[in-house]
Structures are given as C-alpha cells and as structure tokens.
C-alpha cells in the first residue's frame, strides 16, 4: 500500500461538479492499494501517518501531528500511484489491486483511520473521476510504501 501524504493549507474533492469533500489545514492522503495488500499493510500506514510529526508548532517547526492538532484529513483513492514505468512510455498498473479488493481496503483504511483520530475523515469517491484542489504548504510532501517501510 502506497500514500503520498501532502501537509495542506486546504484541500478539496469534486465530482461531477459538486464539492464532495473538503478539509481546512491537515493532511491530503493520496492512496494507492497492490493486489498483496492486507490488514496489516493499512494498519502500519494509519499508525505512521497519525503519529507522525510534520505539523508546525507554535515556533514554526514540524514538531507535531494531526493528533496533537485535530488537523483534519482528506483520503483520495489512487491506483496510479502503482504505475510501473520501467518498460516503454505507457504505465502498467498491473500491481494495482482489483477493483473489488482495492475498494474494500480503500474503505477500511478511511474507517480505521477515523477510529484512530475519533474524528470524521473528508475523502473522494473510489473509482469516481475526480478533481482535487490543494494548496500545499511548506511544501511538505512525503511517500511511504508498507511494502518497503523506510
């Protein structure tokens, strides 16, 4: 399993023309789920992306997380982040998970996620064309893969 995690002044999800999530300062998590994906890999990344400490304290310095700040969090589904571009110009998705087992975890990772932080998580729409809007800050962007924690 795969996220992208942006530190965000604001971010938002449209589909179909219509807001359909929106967040003020927190964190914008992109996630991408691989067919090998488990339980497991969607709790090891909860627990690093709640506790870890890219929120500024009250000196300007990443010190803090989206627990000790009630940030907020808004969750996008994206298989893409599983493109393989090793051969031609065209991106496999072939490590991307099915549909069905994507969505599943897509779904148990926003749940666990709210379970975590007792507090409501924004996301999109599995599967859905969407448009997300963000205006990054710092700008901090992080990747983390369970499959190669680093």
């Known amino acids: ?3 992208v995690i942006q530190r965000v002044q604001n ?3 449209e589909i179909d023309q219509h807001i359909h999530g929106a967040i003020k300062y ?3 998590v992109l ?3 691989e067919e090998a994906d488990a339980k497991d890999d969607v709790n090891w990344l909860i627990r690093k992306i709640i506790r870890m400490r890219i929120l500024n304290d009250e000196n300007g310095v990443m010190n803090e997380s989206i627990l000790d700040q009630n940030a907020d969090v808004l969750v996008i589904s994206q298989f893409t982040l599983h493109a393989s571009t090793k051969k031609g110009n065209r991106p496999s998705y072939i490590r991307a998970a099915r549909p069905q087992t994507a969505e599943m975890l897509y779904k148990d990772f926003i749940e ?4 975590e932080t ?4 924004q996301s999109g729409v599995f599967g859905a064309n969407m448009q997300v809007k963000f205006t990054n800050d710092g700008p901090v962007t992080i990747l983390l893969d369970s ?3 680093e």
């Open 1 to 3: 399993m795969r996220a």
């Open 11 to 13: 971010a938002s999800v």
């Open 26 to 28: 927190g964190l914008l």
């Open 31 to 33: 996630l991408g789920v």
């Open 112 to 115: 666990a996620l709210e379970s």
């Open 118 to 121: 007792k507090r409501s998580v």
């Open 147 to 149: 499959k190669n924690p």
